[in-house]
């Protein structure tokens, strides 16, 4: 299936984009995480994210759905 | 109303957004960039929110606090892009018939923004480095 990521803050820096499509074939956000943690080297735990899927919050074991929007969020610091 | 704001923040016009004639009281927070944290000098922030999520969880803040205390008007408008020294980073004001409403509100909106909605601070340092702050959870 195909996804799209949108990545912020430290994840955009170390992903080196802000967003990107990717064939994968993870079936929920946690075993995508961990494939593109791998390739990117993406530092967080996953219990420091949030994850959101098509702009709403959601959890890690959702079912994706082919290109579905994808969002692994960082501890955020507005203020 | 929230809002995510890449023009620098008309706190004037805000604040005639929280009169009418019920109010006797309004509470507003400024939260502004400071020249340090954690001991390094800083001489300015960057801001980047994911803006679809950010404006909806900002409006389900907003709604919250409309619902946990008796209040009349709640609105907050954060600001995205570059900041230097002194710039109004996130403005929420609240305006009730009471001042005890209008602060209680006020801090919730500020407390659960800062906590909750999708947007981050990159520092810049006076020594040239610049970093995104990810906190632990408080």
Known sequence: ???????????????????????????????????????????????????????????????????DEVVFLPPVSGG | MFSISEASIDVARLRRELESAGTGAAVCFEGRVRDNNDGRAVDGLSYQAYVELAEAEGRRIVDEARGKFAVEHVVCVHRIGDLVLG???????????????????????IDQVKARVPIWKREHYVEGASEWLHPEAR
């Open chain 1, 1 to 67: 299936m195909k996804y799209r990521l949108l990545y912020f803050a430290s994840l955009c820096d170390a992903a080196g984009c802000a967003e990107e499509v990717v064939a994968s074939d993870a079936t929920d956000p946690r075993a995508l995480y961990a494939e593109l943690a791998t390739r990117h080297g993406f530092t967080f735990a996953p219990d420091r994210l949030r994850v959101a899927i098509n702009g709403a919050f959601t959890d890690w074991n959702r079912r994706l759905a082919d290109n």
């Open chain 2, 87 to 109: 710039d109004v980073a996130v403005w929420a004001g609240v305006s009730a018939a009471h001042r005890t409403a209008a602060f209680d509100a006020c801090r919730y909106v």
